[in-house]
């Protein structure tokens, strides 16, 4: 007990609740773990142990870490194992070693930082990925199943393999997750969607399997072609049709291209067709009738983060004082304004911030301090954003303004502000464009279409 309290005392961070799972070999630098022999014992207590290191024969170690991925508390966890087993690369978070506590303090701060809740599985998954650094979604061979692969994270929290794969399209069209590498292509059976097939040659005239290699000769004088097997005599060669000797390549003979004989219909061929045989339902299908899925490694995207981040709808310009409106509603208060600015003689101003180089930003910074970067940049605008303004979020990384009774001057002050908010983060390079454009104005019928050409005419300001 003196020694356990003793390695307490030796954390440089608040010691938290750490679990081991499995045979402890206690050395000097471990932190004080709570010991279990089983995962069942660790899940009885309900606790939320804040890292749990597992340390188990290989089939057992699995079964832990699906158990801990499964549950509740444990989904999230920091997961570290001593061996790896078959499914430690998918489900746990790295080896124990003792480098543990810098990993350990990455995981914590950015824990700290998830605002989204997990009850529904498409935010668990974008917690899980923002939780771990450099945590990759990735997909697992089983060749056994006709699905061939999986994504055992999904699996543990319940979706079948069948379904993860539009399920992570969807989640891509969100922007919310992005491809990281490509692991493999696989084709499938278009009837039963099995990926346990068999490619067979057959012969293209007949269908028939049963062909074969076969060195051919062409006589030059009757045009005859066979087996050169045909044309031997002895050690010379003769035209088993016409039964001229055959002696120069190329002026008595050839070898035809066609090297490819059907032992059922006897024709020769250059290349033979390719089916797939479906194992299961035997159906055969030419190679562009199957299905093709490609199998990607999968990453966290920068609007997947700033929406674990802010707990709603990824927008990093949120600003809560204005009134913040749809496009739709935004469009129309401008035509309605621009009709008044027209009848009273009035002018009005629209502004335009676009952040242009969030991700570079982000991955020049490292998320945990780029993140905190726009969080000030945020702030700073709500303070320059009085509450009469009408705000919309132009898109994701923008956000339009309609500043009524404002005109051009009175822009610089405004303008002062965001800038030397540009000169507050010297280390930093978000880059912003400033645009504006006034009213009245001539708009027409569309007035997104006319606001787009106005700004992109606009010189940055
Ligand atoms: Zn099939
Ligand atoms: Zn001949
Ligand atoms: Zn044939």
């Given at each position: 007990?003196?020694?356990?309290?003793?390695?307490?005392?030796?954390?440089?961070?608040?010691?938290?609740?750490?679990?081991?799972?499995?045979?402890?070999?206690?050395?000097?630098?471990?932190?004080?773990?709570?010991?279990?022999?089983?995962?069942?014992?660790?899940?009885?207590?309900?606790?939320?142990?804040?890292?749990?290191?597992?340390?188990?024969?290989?089939?057992?170690?699995?079964?832990?870490?699906?158990?801990?991925?499964?549950?509740?508390?444990?989904?999230l966890?920091?997961?570290?194992v001593?061996?790896?087993?078959?499914?430690?690369?998918?489900?746990?978070?790295?080896?124990?070693?003792?480098?543990?506590?810098?990993?350990?303090?990455?995981?914590?701060?950015?824990?700290?930082?998830?605002?989204?809740?997990?009850?529904d599985?498409?935010?668990?998954?974008?917690?899980?990925?923002?939780?771990?650094?450099?945590?990759?979604?990735?997909?697992?061979?089983?060749?056994?199943?006709?699905?061939?692969?999986?994504?055992?994270?999904?699996?543990?929290?319940?979706?079948?393999?069948?379904?993860?794969?539009?399920?992570?399209?969807e989640?891509?069209?969100?922007?919310?997750?992005?491809?990281?590498?490509?692991?493999?292509?696989?084709?499938?059976?278009?009837?039963?969607?099995?990926?346990?097939?068999?490619?067979?040659?057959?012969?293209?005239?007949?269908?028939?399997?049963?062909?074969?290699?076969?060195?051919?000769?062409?006589?030059?004088?009757?045009?005859?072609?066979?087996?050169?097997?045909?044309?031997?005599?002895?050690?010379?060669?003769?035209?088993?049709?016409?039964?001229?000797?055959?002696?120069?390549?190329?002026?008595?003979?050839?070898?035809?291209?066609?090297?490819?004989?059907?032992?059922?219909?006897?024709?020769?061929?250059?290349?033979?067709?390719?089916?797939?045989?479906?194992?299961?339902?035997?159906?055969?299908?030419?190679?562009?009738?199957?299905?093709?899925?490609?199998?990607?490694?999968?990453?966290?995207?920068?609007?997947?983060?700033?929406?674990?981040?802010?707990?709603?709808?990824?927008?990093?310009f949120?600003?809560?004082?204005?009134?913040?409106?749809?496009?739709?509603?935004?469009?129309?208060?401008?035509?309605?304004?621009?009709?008044?600015?027209?009848r009273?003689?009035?002018?009005?101003?629209?502004?335009?911030?676009?952040?242009?180089n969030?991700?570079?930003?982000?991955?020049?910074?490292?998320?945990?301090?780029?993140?905190?970067?726009?969080?000030?940049?945020?702030?700073?605008?709500?303070?320059?954003?009085?509450?009469?303004?009408?705000?919309?979020?132009?898109?994701?990384?923008?956000?339009l303004?309609?500043?009524p009774?404002?005109?051009?001057?009175?822009?610089?002050?405004?303008?002062?502000?965001?800038?030397?908010?540009?000169?507050?983060?010297?280390?930093?390079?978000?880059?912003?464009?400033?645009?504006?454009?006034?009213?009245?104005?001539?708009?027409?019928?569309?007035?997104?279409?006319?606001?787009?050409?106005?700004?992109?005419?606009?010189?940055?300001?």
């Amino acid at each position: 007990m003196q020694e356990k309290y003793q390695n307490r005392l030796k954390l440089a961070f608040p010691q938290d609740d750490f679990i081991w799972i499995g045979e402890a070999e206690p050395l000097p630098w471990h932190p004080w773990f709570g010991q279990f022999d089983t995962v069942a014992a660790v899940l009885q207590q309900e606790r939320r142990p804040d890292m749990i290191v597992v340390s188990l024969p290989a089939a057992e170690q699995d079964h832990c870490l699906i158990a801990l991925r499964q549950h509740g508390a444990t989904a999230l966890c920091q997961i570290l194992v001593c061996n790896d087993s078959p499914l430690s690369p998918y489900l746990g978070n790295g080896h124990w070693d003792d480098t543990y506590a810098e990993k350990y303090q990455a995981y914590t701060l950015r824990r700290q930082q998830v605002k989204l809740d997990c009850e529904d599985i498409s935010h668990k998954l974008l917690c899980y990925l923002w939780c771990h650094q450099e945590a990759l979604l990735a997909p697992r061979l089983i060749p056994e199943q006709k699905y061939l692969y999986d994504y055992p994270l999904l699996t543990a929290w319940g979706m079948s393999a069948d379904d993860s794969f539009s399920w992570l399209n969807e989640l891509q069209k969100n922007n919310w997750i992005t491809k990281a590498s490509l692991s493999n292509r696989l084709r499938f059976c278009p009837s039963c969607h099995s990926g346990h097939l068999n490619y067979v040659d057959i012969c293209p005239q007949c269908q028939s399997i049963d062909i074969e290699h076969q060195s051919s000769l062409h006589c030059f004088n009757c045009g005859h072609v066979g087996a050169q097997q045909s044309f031997r005599k002895f050690n010379s060669l003769s035209c088993p049709n016409c039964l001229q000797p055959l002696r120069h390549i190329g002026v008595d003979y050839d070898r035809p291209i066609e090297n490819q004989h059907c032992n059922d219909c006897h024709s020769l061929f250059v290349e033979a067709l390719v089916e797939a045989e479906c194992l299961h339902c035997k159906l055969s299908s030419a190679i562009n009738e199957l299905h093709v899925r490609n199998v990607y490694r999968f990453k966290l995207a920068p609007h997947g983060r700033a929406f674990v981040r802010q707990g709603h709808t990824p927008s990093l310009f949120n600003v809560t004082p204005g009134e913040q409106m749809t496009r739709g509603q935004f469009y129309w208060l401008l035509d309605w304004q621009n009709k008044l600015a027209k009848r009273h003689g009035q002018t009005h101003c629209i502004l335009s911030v676009q952040m242009l180089n969030v991700a570079e930003f982000l991955s020049a910074e490292g998320e945990a301090r780029g993140f905190a970067q726009l969080d000030a940049l945020q702030e700073r605008l709500r303070s320059v954003i009085r509450v009469t303004d009408a705000c919309s979020n132009d898109t994701q990384d923008g956000l339009l303004m309609l500043l009524p009774m404002t005109d051009m001057s009175q822009l610089k002050s405004i303008y002062n502000k965001l800038f030397n908010l540009k000169e507050l983060q010297s280390a930093a390079k978000i880059e912003l464009s400033v645009k504006a454009v006034t009213l009245p104005a001539e708009i027409g019928e569309n007035v997104a279409d006319w606001l787009t050409d106005q700004l992109i005419k606009a010189k940055p300001m």
